[in-house]
């Protein structure tokens, strides 16, 4: 007892301690925000510049502004965060029309970037060129999402030593079967779809051919699209560039060079001083510099007149992102969960909101979170025109909360579909009895009052046989909600279903999407539905407001907290056997049950 107390003593001072350096830490980090927030204007775009965009970052389909989330204890004073493709097809076009600027120099810094992202930043560069005006585009070495896009510049510069990834799609998958065999654990897995292959590595040791199948017509799909997109912007033929990928030739400066990838291999110095300035006229001078417009700088001024012409327009589109994994429980900037169902009841109060673009970035997950989303998706329909815009991924839940939409926009790359289900119960029998000697027994009040609730033992028969009853009325009701969405008849949806993922381009074809295009197509078909000439577009999910994002932040640290106690008393395989298992692990039989939704996934 009395090393309980020392314990628990030492376990208060010890929080009080880290709340009190919290509290300076906080304290000092939100002076520094507001103090760079007063001191931010941006200097005045001159006349003969070029607008500098530097893809150093991952690229969401919205810009989180002022969030804690990417908080950086080591750096706490730096509150930036990556600018979402909201805002960097906001500046392009308006930098087409802008007097003032001259040219675009597009500046890839590894940056994470998906395929439907840089179609449609393509697009907007393609539109921004209309003007007459140039862009180039240099990198140390381009991945080849970002070649995609760098190759609608003008001229491509590669430094002399770097390097393009320009080889083609592929898939790899690591399966997990002969490790669990070893260690004595097995996936149950329960699942409707031939191609729903999320599972696959759980209880195979290589690729189904209906996967294989699936990832070939879908690789081939999204890389004919790019292969055209190069071909046009670099003047080589389809054919021609499918050597260059099966040769690897853009794995050398040289090969690149000779190849036709690029157009020069230089110093980043030369592009920045002495090309792009000669291109404004100007000599090799010290002043050079500041004839550059930083993107977010620029970005900032094009949002502050916007919201000033915005105000003489009272009806309005709502535009709400849904990006990420759909999770149990409330969601965050990178996830989708429970509040976005709250984002669309505050849409619907708003009586200037005359239509709702959904914008959709998402693989899936919870199959409940998914419902309750749908569910008020289908309460906005009945009040105003809804139009669905897919990014990089609108697959299984992501498809399953917009399917019901009056329009669905893709990119041709979007990974769309997945229509199908599944759900995993793990059994350590092998590791914890067999392998390590525990034993285990239980009470109960019913039959099946264990069902679903213990690591020790596989599942039963006739619960394997209500596992699958539940996923066959999900799989049913997914595909009823689609057909209802899409006009089409069960059968048709089912045989597209079965979990496959299509491209957006074959997703036309088959009709889960009504057209190609991206957001600004989306917000222009909504306003079209909705009668609108004049009106503004207000973007939700709204930024939380600071008071909210630190209480956030500090109940992670008390989490991080007890992750630790348990890391110090059981070691690491106790905090990874807490973190693979406390998502689905319960007491007792019935809380199991009633959670057993969050454990089936769309995925």
């Given at each position: 007892m009395k090393s309980f107390f020392k314990?628990?003593?030492?376990?208060?001072?010890?929080?009080?301690?880290?709340?009190?350096?919290?509290?300076?830490?906080?304290?000092?980090?939100?002076?520094?925000?507001f103090a760079s927030s007063g001191s931010s204007a941006?200097?005045?775009?001159?006349?003969?510049?070029?607008?500098?965009?530097?893809?150093?970052?991952?690229?969401?389909?919205?810009?989180?502004?002022?969030?804690?989330?990417?908080?950086?204890?080591?750096?706490?004073?730096?509150?930036?965060?990556?600018?979402?493709?909201?805002?960097?097809?906001?500046?392009i076009r308006a930098a087409k029309d802008d007097d003032r600027i001259k040219g675009i120099y597009l500046h890839y810094d590894g940056a994470g970037i998906g395929f439907a992202t840089t179609q449609e930043l393509r697009e907007a560069l393609t539109d921004f060129k209309e003007s007459g005006k140039?862009?180039?585009?240099?990198?140390?070495?381009?991945?080849?999402?970002?070649?995609?896009?760098?190759?609608?510049?003008?001229?491509?510069?590669?430094?002399?030593?770097?390097?393009?990834?320009?080889?083609?799609?592929?898939?790899?998958?690591?399966?997990?079967?002969?490790?669990?065999?070893?260690?004595?654990?097995?996936?149950?897995?329960?699942?409707?779809?031939?191609?729903?292959?999320?599972?696959?590595?759980?209880?195979?040791?290589?690729?189904?051919?209906?996967?294989?199948?699936?990832?070939?017509?879908?690789?081939?799909?999204?890389?004919?699209?790019?292969?055209?997109?190069?071909?046009?912007?670099?003047?080589?033929?389809?054919?021609?560039?499918n050597e260059i990928a099966d040769s690897l030739l853009g794995f050398t400066a040289s090969g690149s060079l000779r190849s036709g990838l690029v157009d020069?291999?230089?110093?980043?110095?030369?592009?920045?001083?002495?090309?792009?300035?000669?291109?404004?006229?100007?000599?090799?001078?010290?002043?050079?510099?500041?004839?550059?417009?930083?993107?977010?700088?620029?970005?900032?001024?094009?949002?502050?007149?916007?919201?000033?012409?915005?105000?003489?327009?009272?009806?309005?589109?709502?535009?709400?992102?849904?990006?990420?994994?759909?999770?149990?429980?409330e969601g965050s900037s990178a996830s989708i969960g429970t509040d976005m169902a709250s984002q669309i009841k505050k849409i619907l109060k708003d009586k200037d909101v005359k239509a709702l673009v959904l914008r959709v970035n998402?693989?899936?997950?919870?199959?409940?979170t998914a419902d309750i989303i749908?569910?008020?998706?289908?309460?906005?329909?009945?009040?105003?025109?809804?139009?669905?815009?897919?990014?990089?991924?609108?697959?299984?839940?992501?498809?399953?909360?917009?399917?019901?939409?009056?329009?669905?926009?893709?990119?041709?790359?979007?990974?769309?579909?997945?229509?199908?289900?599944?759900?995993t119960i793990p059994s350590a029998e092998g590791l914890l009895t067999d392998k390590l000697g525990f034993t285990f027994d239980h009470v109960g009040t019913n039959k099946n009052s264990t069902a679903f609730s213990s690591l020790a033992r596989?599942?039963?028969?006739?619960?394997?046989?209500?596992?699958?009853?539940?996923?066959?009325?999900i799989y049913a009701g997914f595909?009823?909600?689609?057909?209802?969405?899409?006009?089409?008849?069960?059968?048709?949806?089912d045989e597209i279903g079965q979990g496959r993922v299509w491209s957006g381009t074959n997703a036309l074809e088959i009709g889960l999407v009504d057209e190609l295009g991206g957001l600004d197509d989306a917000i222009a078909s909504a306003a079209e539905m909705a009668g609108l000439d004049n009106y503004k577009v207000e973007e939700y999910p709204k930024a939380k407001d600071l008071t909210t994002q630190l209480l956030e932040m500090f109940s992670e640290m008390e989490a991080r907290s007890a992750r630790s106690h348990i890391a110090k008393y059981f070691g690491t395989a106790g905090l990874e056997a807490m973190s693979g298992l406390e998502s689905i692990l319960s007491a007792d039989g019935p809380q199991v049950w009633a959670r057993l939704p969050y454990i089936l996934e769309f995925n």
């Open positions: 314990y628990l003593l030492a376990t208060v001072i010890g929080m009080l301690i880290v709340s009190l350096i919290m509290f300076f830490v906080t304290i000092g980090t939100i002076g520094a925000m941006t200097k005045p775009v001159k006349d003969n510049s070029i607008l500098r965009i530097d893809l150093d970052k991952a690229i969401a389909d919205k810009t989180q502004e002022s969030s804690f989330d990417n908080f950086d204890f080591m750096n706490p004073t730096d509150f930036s965060s990556a600018m979402g493709l909201n805002d960097y097809v906001k500046g140039f862009i180039y585009a240099f990198a140390d070495g381009y991945a080849q999402s970002a070649y995609h896009l760098a190759s609608a510049a003008d001229s491509v510069f590669l430094q002399p030593q770097g390097a393009i990834t320009f080889q083609g799609l592929s898939a790899q998958i690591m399966f997990y079967t002969k490790f669990f065999e070893k260690v004595g654990i097995e996936m149950q897995v329960i699942r409707h779809g031939q191609f729903k292959s999320a599972v696959e590595p759980y209880f195979r040791t290589d690729m189904s051919e209906a996967n294989r199948k699936q990832y070939s017509v879908m690789f081939n799909s999204m890389w004919k699209e790019v292969v055209a997109d190069v071909s046009e912007a670099r003047h080589l033929s389809p054919a021609r560039l020069a291999l230089v110093a980043q110095s030369y592009v920045e001083g002495k090309f792009l300035p000669s291109r404004l006229g100007l000599s090799d001078t010290i002043d050079n510099a500041s004839h550059f417009v930083k993107f977010s700088d620029y970005v900032a001024d094009v949002k502050t007149e916007e919201s000033l012409k915005a105000l003489k327009a009272k009806d309005k589109i709502a535009v709400l992102y849904a990006e990420g994994n759909i999770v149990v429980g998402s693989p899936g997950g919870a199959v409940l749908y569910q008020e998706m289908l309460n906005a329909k009945s009040k105003m025109p809804v139009v669905a815009s897919y990014g990089n991924y609108a697959a299984s839940g992501g498809y399953y909360i917009s399917c019901l939409a009056d329009k669905i926009i893709a990119q041709p790359n979007t990974l769309t579909g997945s229509i199908g289900v599944f759900g596989p599942m039963t028969s006739y619960e394997e046989a209500v596992m699958q009853q539940s996923i066959e009325e595909v009823d909600k689609v057909a209802e969405g899409r006009g089409m008849s069960f059968e048709e949806v």
